[in-house]
């Protein structure tokens, strides 16, 4: 067995390096926080604004960024209500054709984003699915659709236009629902 011939530092010694390392920790600590790197509320960046580029004359955006550090709220998918409750139960007279559907929808997206403190404004990105119309030989109405849609997005009201996809389906959860919609928003705090 061997001892180490080096003697203990002192109970001074160790303060002293103990605190000299604690003095180097919060000169680092100020220099990465004086740099940006790092602050108490998270990254120390200039406010970022959520980017939407554009796709020509189409109502919809090709692409949007949001920045990190932004809140984000996403919402299922919501199907209309009953635009005739006179009409057979189930039935597509019960909600309407494809344009009436949309508006009901989109409504209902819009109360559901007021309710988060955010508007039609701060979509930025919706998943639409379509049914195929009986009317239109079981064809889904994309022109319906963009009719009811275009009353909510690229308007002079509300200008912004998320990106976006539409999808035939065979179905959803219902009988006579043509429309369904999903949507993440965002909001830069």
């Known amino acids: 067995m061997t001892t180490s011939s080096q003697p203990k530092p002192s109970a001074e010694?160790?303060?002293?390096r103990f605190l000299g390392a604690l003095a180097l920790t919060a000169v680092l600590a100020a220099i990465i926080t004086?740099?940006?790197v790092v602050s108490s509320s998270g990254p120390a960046k200039a406010k970022q604004a959520i980017t939407r580029t554009d796709a020509g004359s189409f109502p919809i955006s090709s692409a949007v960024a949001?920045?990190?550090?932004?809140?984000?709220v996403y919402l299922s998918g919501m199907t209309p209500a009953v635009a005739d409750p006179n009409a057979p139960k189930g039935?597509?007279?019960?909600?309407?054709d494809t344009a009436t559907q949309t508006v009901s929808v989109l409504n209902k997206?819009?109360?559901?984003?007021?309710a988060q403190k955010l508007t039609m404004g701060d979509v930025v990105?919706?998943?639409?699915?379509?049914v195929g119309d009986p009317a239109h030989d079981g064809k889904m109405d994309f022109a319906g659709m963009m009719s009811g849609y275009t009353q909510f997005f690229g308007t002079a009201d509300q200008p912004n236009k998320p990106a976006r996809s539409t999808v035939q389906v065979a179905g959803l959860a219902a009988p006579g629902l043509l429309v369904e919609i999903e949507v993440i928003a965002a909001r830069v705090p």
Request: glycine letters at 12%.
């Open 13 to 16: 010694r160790r303060m002293a």
């Open 34 to 36: 004086g740099a940006g």
């Open 66 to 72: 949001v920045p990190a550090g932004a809140d984000v």
């Open 91 to 96: 039935s597509t007279q019960a909600f309407g």
């Open 109 to 114: 997206i819009k109360d559901a984003l007021a």
């Open 125 to 130: 990105m919706m998943h639409v699915y379509l």
